[in-house]
């Protein structure tokens, strides 16, 4: 199963001071080896500095049953910096994963199935949620990235690089974009596609894991 992918990168267009809009929300259909999966609804709430990530999954067919999850972003984006205070993983059957990140304290807290502790607060932390809204400022300023994210169940290091410029197809319309990849992990391939003249916003993910299974995010409608 893919594991704790998500796939929203709503931001500024790269060298740009402009704020993100006050309000987005971008739907994608999820796919395994070609056979729908499920709907994923990313949201994008922003105002005076703060922002509020959400991501929604509901299974289709056979992955109906496996219920529900939400995810939960939420923090501080300013002079080009993104720093996340909170997150949250809620999913059908499981315990809720939880972070919380003191800045000014520099701890990270994580708390997951009666289990909290505390310990310094890695350089460049994100959690699940806005590491690829941090990954969308990307484009323009640098030609890689790394992070260590937080899921409140432990932490993992990322390193993700711009590999080129693509012209995509997807059932929303025809995008010019930046096409970003994952250094160094040997357990799969992880791919994105963030389209240059939306903020660069994610419009396609393709994962493949290490036995060839693939799954695959297209965005099927954008609205503000």
Known sequence: ????????????????????????????TMSRNGSPMAEVVERLEYAQGNYKLTETWKGKGIYALLGAARRV??????????????????????????????????????????????EPLPPNAQDRLSFLFALSLLPGKADSVSYTIADGKGLSRHIYK????????????QFDTVKVARQ????????????????????????VEKDGTRYEQVVTRISR
């Not at 040997?186 to 994610?202: K, M, N, Y």
Request: aromatic share 10%; hydrophobic share 45%; charged share 25%.
């Open 73 to 118: 972003s939420q923090g501080s984006l300013a002079d080009g910096s993104l720093r996340p205070r909170e997150f949250f993983d809620e999913r059908s059957g499981r315990d809720t994963a939880r972070a919380w990140f003191d800045w000014n304290a520099k701890t990270l807290t994580m708390q997951y199935k009666g289990s909290k502790a505390s």
């Open 1 to 28: 199963m893919m594991r704790n992918w998500s796939w929203l990168a709503i931001s500024l267009a790269a060298a740009a001071p402009a704020e993100p809009p006050p309000q987005v929300e971008i739907v994608f």
């Open 162 to 173: 711009v590999v080129g410029r693509e012209r995509l197809h997807t059932p929303v319309g």
């Open 184 to 207: 160094s992990d040997q357990r799969e391939t992880a791919e994105l596609w963030l389209a240059a003249e939306r903020g660069f916003i994610p419009v396609r993910l393709l994962i």
